[in-house]
C-alpha cells in the first residue's frame, strides 16, 4: 500500500532538485512539477483504496435514498394481509438450500414476496444471473422471488427498509432454517395481535457475569430476551428506525456490528426493546429445520457438514463471547439496557391434557 506521507516527501524532492538550478524559470517549473506529480501520485493512493471508498460511498448513498422520508411508502398504502420474507444469502455452497427455502415460503398464502438479499460481493455475475433466473422459476405460488445482489457484506444491509417492501410485516430470516409453513401463517396471525412486537422461534437471553462485571449472551430454560433471525418476524418501520433513526448512536452501533461482523439480530432487539419496553414473543414451531446449528451430526452423506460449517454461529464458545461484547457495547452506547425478558411461548393449538390407560398403558386421552 502507498503511503501518503511518501508521495509528499517524492514530490517536494522533485520541487527541490529543479529548484536548485539558479534559473527563475526552471524554479518556477518546479512548482508545476510538484502540482503533476501530487495529481498522479496521489491518483494511484485513491486507485489502491478505491474498493473500500467506493464500498463506503455505496452505502452511504443507498441509505440517503431509503432513509428520505419522502422516498419511503404511504403507511395507508402498505399490504397487511400478507409479509415479505427477506432471506439473507452469502454462501455459494448454500445456494441449492436457499433456492428449495424461497420456494417454500412463495408457496405460503401469507407471502407477498420473497427477496433473497445476496451479501457476497466476490461472487460472479455469472453465478448471480444463473441464481436470480433459478429463483425466478422456483416459486411455488404466486409470491415473486427476487435476487437482491449487495454492495457490501454488511450484515446491517438485512434491515434496510427497501421501496420494494410493501407490507406491514416483514419476516427476516437466514439461508439455512427450513421452517414449515402453518408455523409461519400461525406466526404471522400471532405478529397481527402484537404488532409492535418481534416474533420469532429460536430464542436467546442477556445476562450479566457479576464476577467480570460484563454482559453475557446466553441461554436461559424458563425465559428469553432476543429473538434471532433464523426467523424474526417484525413491522416494517422497524428497518427505518434501525438503518434511520437513532441519530450518531445508532451509527456508532451499526459501526460495530460491521466491525465484529455479526450481532445485528441483537441490536434490532435493543432498538424494538427501546421503543416498546418490552420483550420479544416466541411462537411455537411445528417444523424448523436448522442445518446450521453445530450439534447437527453427518452421517447420512447429505452435505450436512458443508452447510454447517460455514455458519457464523457454529464456532460455539467464540460466537457466545463476541456476542456477549456486542450487549456490552451496545448499553454503553445507549445508556442503560432497554432488553426486557419474555416468559412461555405461543403454541398453535393445546391438544389434549390428560393421560388415560388405554391397555396397558398411559396415553394423552385423545390416542
Not at 494511484?44 to 471508498?53: A, E, M, W
Not at 465484529?260 to 411445528?286: H, K, Q, S, W, Y
Request: charged share 25%.
Amino acid at each position: 500500500m502507498v503511503n501518503p506521507s511518501e508521495v509528499l516527501l517524492l514530490c517536494w524532492s522533485i520541487k527541490y532538485h529543479i529548484r536548485v538550478d539558479s534559473n527563475r524559470v526552471e524554479a518556477k517549473m518546479g512548482v508545476y512539477a510538484v502540482a503533476i506529480c501530487l495529481f498522479f501520485s496521489l491518483s494511484v493512493v485513491l486507485c489502491l483504496r478505491i474498493p473500500n471508498l467506493s464500498s463506503d460511498i455505496q452505502k452511504d448513498t443507498i441509505l440517503s435514498s431509503v432513509c428520505h422520508r419522502g422516498n419511503q411508502p404511504n403507511p395507508r398504502t402498505l399490504r397487511s394481509d400478507q409479509l415479505t420474507v427477506l432471506i439473507n444469502g452469502y454462501s455459494e455452497s448454500r445456494i441449492p438450500l436457499l433456492q428449495s427455502i424461497a420456494a417454500s415460503y412463495s408457496a405460503s398464502p401469507a407471502v407477498s414476496s420473497v427477496l433473497v438479499l445476496w451479501g457476497n460481493p466476490s461472487t460472479s455475475p455469472l453465478t448471480l444471473s444463473q441464481l436470480a433466473h433459478n429463483l425466478s422459476v422456483s416459486s411455488w405460488g404466486n409470491a415473486a422471488i427476487s435476487l437482491v445482489p449487495q454492495s457490501s457484506s454488511s450484515l446491517n444491509a438485512r434491515f434496510l427498509p427497501r421501496l420494494s417492501i410493501g407490507t406491514r410485516a416483514v419476516l427476516v430470516c437466514d439461508d439455512d432454517v427450513e421452517v414449515d409453513l402453518k408455523t409461519v401463517e400461525f406466526a404471522f396471525r400471532m405478529w397481527k395481535g402484537n404488532p409492535d412486537r418481534l416474533i420469532g422461534i429460536f430464542v436467546r437471553s442477556h445476562d450479566i457475569d457479576m464476577t467480570r462485571k460484563e454482559w453475557i449472551y446466553t441461554v436461559h430454560p424458563n425465559k428469553y430476551s432476543i429473538v434471532l433471525t433464523k426467523f424474526m418476524m417484525m413491522k416494517r418501520e422497524y428497518l427505518f428506525k434501525y438503518s434511520c433513526g437513532g441519530g450518531s448512536p445508532m451509527r456508532e452501533m451499526r459501526k460495530i456490528v460491521d466491525e465484529m461482523r455479526n450481532c445485528e439480530d441483537i441490536l434490532m432487539n435493543f432498538v424494538v426493546a427501546e421503543e416498546t419496553n418490552t420483550g420479544p414473543l416466541m411462537v411455537g414451531a411445528e417444523r424448523a429445520r436448522d442445518w446450521g446449528d453445530p450439534r447437527n451430526e453427518d452421517s447420512d452423506g447429505d452435505g450436512l457438514r458443508l452447510v454447517r460449517d460455514v455458519g457464523l454461529s457454529s464456532r460455539k464458545a467464540e460466537h457466545r463471547k463476541r456476542r456477549g461484547k456486542c450487549i456490552t457495547e451496545f448499553h454503553r452506547v445507549f445508556g442503560r439496557m432497554p432488553l426486557r425478558f419474555s416468559y412461555g411461548k405461543l403454541v398453535s393449538s393445546v391438544g389434549e391434557q390428560g393421560l388415560c390407560k388405554k391397555g396397558s398403558n398411559l396415553v394423552l386421552c385423545d390416542h
